[in-house]
């Protein structure tokens, strides 16, 4: 993790906690790759892969959000580029990394308020990380991966069920906690798919 990276957080903007750190880990951008954030909150890991040479697009539901991370991308002298969007409604192009660490606690996507829209990720908490994997795949370049953080609370074993239809996938590191476990994963699309 890249020390000089200050980030400054807003309400209504989800603040990195265990699972942002578990998928700051995992992901590994190279110099010149693109780089897909969904989610960005504060930014935090799109701005550590723009560090690491990565050409980086944060793509988020909340307007608070982009904001935030703009902010910060501008504080730390990083190029990101970003987009207001419902995962990929107005994303564009395609990408070599899709990292996302999704809303997976049970709770209703109907909220108004921002800050449970970035943790409640429908009845059983798998939802918006299954309407994630249907279209993901769109947007990866050839051999591109997916990083992707899963809960223990949050329909884990249907979310990981689903993916094995399209993607390969590798759980990479897990972190427990006196509630929950969380998951970081990896899928790359099995070669035999045609779309």
Not at 25 to 34: A, F, L, Q
Not at 89 to 97: A, C, E, T
Request: some cysteine; hydrophobic content about 40%; charged content about 20%.
């Amino acid at each position: 993790m890249d020390q000089t990276i200050d980030i400054d957080v807003i309400d209504e903007v989800y603040n990195p906690s265990d699972d942002s750190y578990l998928l700051l880990r995992v992901i590994d951008p190279k110099p010149g790759e693109s780089m897909l954030e969904l989610g960005p909150g504060t930014g935090l890991i799109s701005m550590h892969a723009a560090k690491a040479g990565a050409i980086v697009t944060a793509a988020d539901i909340n307007p608070h959000a982009i904001e935030c991370t703009r902010r910060n991308a501008a504080a730390n002298g990083v190029r990101i580029e970003t987009v207001i969007s419902d995962l990929f409604q107005n994303v564009k192009g395609n990408f070599d990394i899709i990292a996302f660490n999704p809303p997976y606690l049970p709770g209703s996507t109907r909220t108004t308020s921002w800050i449970e829209k970035s943790w409640s990720g429908g009845e059983d908490g798998a939802e918006v990380a299954l309407k994630f994997l249907q279209e993901a795949w769109k947007h990866l370049t050839p051999g591109g991966r997916i990083y992707m953080i899963l809960s223990s609370v949050g329909g884990l074993m249907s979310v990981v069920r689903a993916a094995r239809e399209r993607y390969e996938s590798v759980m990479l590191e897990e972190h427990h906690m006196f509630f929950e476990s969380i998951f970081a994963y990896r899928f790359k699309l099995r070669y035999s798919q045609n779309g």
